[in-house]
């Protein structure tokens, strides 16, 4: 990746977007008459210049995207969503006060589960190879280290859905956004050229695995094997890496562990697949 010029080409993906859904008529406003949007992109780190986050972010050697579905706002009942910027979750901004500094503060401290899973995920993908395949018991044990990992190195948050919701989002609205916005979220997507990608539903992961087989039909996805590891693809011409992971706010029998390894159990299986062992 060369390009280091792409926060003011998303600006103009997230405007087309926009209009869009005024166009369409899926949009929906804060009180003050503002469209309720979410911007992403590649997460800001406390402390330290946008610009040197973003150009880290283009010379990293594993740039890992994860799609998500949609922004969780947290409101009281009957209280419009609201627009935000979801690349500063983990940094101060000027103007941030109070509940907002604090809860920046548990973001950076892996204070949820949410954050927990994706620092998890997102030091094993960065860390393993042949050599360390690095179980989630060693991760675990690897607390502090996973921490200032993630609040130090590059990573990016793409919803799929550029609407905030609730704690839940049902595959039906999941999927007409993925069918109208599509085009829009490849686009995003090649702006930030990911070499991982991390598809937060089966929806997404399906989604996501098609348009690649439509933009280079003569190059398509490669598999691991017939059988096994039916959650991840690769494709050669780019280089890229997708997954079918579960959402990382998943609770019980899908949080922690289960979670760690719907990504890295086939991560390192393609890790091998590389040198035939």
């Not at 998303?10 to 369409?24: A, G, P, R, S, V």
């Not at 911007?39 to 994860?66: H, M």
């Not at 409101?75 to 103007?95: A, H, Q, S, T």
């Not at 579960?246 to 979670?259: D, E, Q, R, T, V």
Request: hydrophobic fraction near 30%.
């Amino acid at each position: 990746m060369t390009n280091n010029n792409f926060v003011s080409e998303l600006d103009n993906i997230f405007m087309e977007w926009q209009q869009k859904m005024k166009t369409i008529g899926d949009a929906y406003y804060d009180e003050n008459g503002k469209l309720a949007f979410t911007k992403d992109g590649v997460i800001y780190k406390n402390g330290e210049k946008t610009e040197i986050t973003e150009q880290k972010w283009v010379n990293s050697s594993k740039r890992i995207l994860f799609l998500l579905k949609d922004q969780h706002q947290i409101r009281d009942e009957g209280k419009p969503f609201w627009p935000e910027d979801i690349r500063y979750w983990l940094k101060d901004g000027e103007n941030d006060k109070g509940d907002a500094l604090k809860q920046k503060k548990e973001n950076r401290e892996l204070g949820n589960r949410f954050f927990k899973h994706l620092a998890n995920i997102f030091w094993g993908l960065s860390k393993a190879d042949l050599q360390n395949d690095w179980e989630y018991d060693e991760v675990v044990k690897c607390e502090y280290e996973v921490k200032e990992f993630f609040n130090a190195q590059p990573f990016a948050l793409v919803e799929c859905k550029k609407q905030p919701g609730d704690g839940t989002l049902d595959d039906k609205i999941l999927i007409h956004h993925l069918n109208e916005y599509g085009d829009l979220l490849i686009r995003e997507i090649e702006i930030l050229e990911p070499n991982m990608i991390i598809c937060t539903s089966p929806h997404i992961y399906n989604f996501i695995n098609n348009a690649y087989q439509k933009q280079y039909p003569n190059d398509g996805l490669k598999r691991i094997d017939e059988k096994k590891h039916n959650s991840i693809r690769f494709h050669p011409k780019t280089q890229t890496l997708i997954f079918c992971s579960y959402h990382p706010s998943s609770f019980g029998k899908y949080g922690g562990k289960f979670n760690y390894d719907s990504v890295m159990d086939h991560y390192r299986a393609f890790l091998k697949s590389i040198y035939n062992l």
